[in-house]
């Protein structure tokens, strides 16, 4: 079955660090980009991040860039974003969604991420 | 940065065309992809490269487009068409873009 299921997700502090996963399975995670997209409870998608298959090329939306980092490991069938320098405003489902033909295709189901004291 | 704009709500009753637009000026260049996402479920891709249709999704689903504007045509709209639908699309900077978002209610 093909599949994205996220992990690691979870209540951080402002200012805190935390590192979400996704593992993936049932295609060849190699062959695609990868995403990570964004959703604060009862609002619309935001775009965070893309990372192509070796990992080389990397883009990021304005809200995360110089906070957040996307990586893979393509041994593992994983793609992680590591969050620092958390704020409230970014506590929202982050969602990994595999890239086909310049998009999001499949998702996975979310991990929350909640900001707060 | 790059905007894409929808209408926060359509609705039709049972069998009727529902349309849904999104206008951006990226999208006189860019390709489109449409998504539906149900209540506490993740989004699912319907309509990609403007009026492509993923397999599994109902032909009843369609995409178009003209100069700046995608529109979303869902033929003879069904009740468990009720979703938010969100457009979306890369920009030249290499970001991803998503509409607003439509609630389409179908009663």
């Known amino acids: 079955e093909v599949q994205l299921v996220e992990s690691g997700g979870g209540v951080v502090q402002p200012g805190g660090s935390l590192r979400v996963s996704c593992a993936a399975s049932g295609f060849t995670f190699t062959d695609y980009w990868m995403h990570w997209v964004r959703q604060v409870r009862g609002k619309g998608l935001e775009w965070v991040s893309r990372?192509?298959?070796?990992?080389?090329?990397?883009h990021y939306a304005d809200s995360v860039k110089g906070r957040f980092t996307i990586s893979r490991d393509n041994a593992k069938n994983t793609l992680y974003l590591e969050m620092n320098s958390l704020r409230g405003e970014d506590t929202a489902v982050y969602f990994c969604a595999r890239d086909r033909t310049t998009g999001p295709d499949l998702w996975g189901q979310g991990t929350l991420v909640t900001v707060s004291s | 940065s790059y905007e894409l704009t929808q209408p926060s709500s359509v609705s039709v009753s049972p069998g009727q065309t529902a349309r849904i637009t999104c206008s951006g000026d990226v999208l006189a260049k860019k390709y489109a992809r449409w998504f539906q996402q149900k209540p506490g479920q993740a989004p699912t891709l319907v309509i990609y490269k403007d009026s492509e249709r993923p397999s599994g999704i109902p032909e009843r689903f369609s995409g178009s487009t003209l100069g700046t504007t995608v529109t979303l045509t869902i033929s003879g709209a069904q009740v468990e068409d009720e979703a938010d639908y969100y457009c979306y699309c890369t920009a030249d900077n290499n970001q991803g873009v998503f509409g607003g978002g439509t609630t389409l209610t179908v009663l």
């Open positions: 990372i192509n298959s070796d990992g080389s090329g990397i």
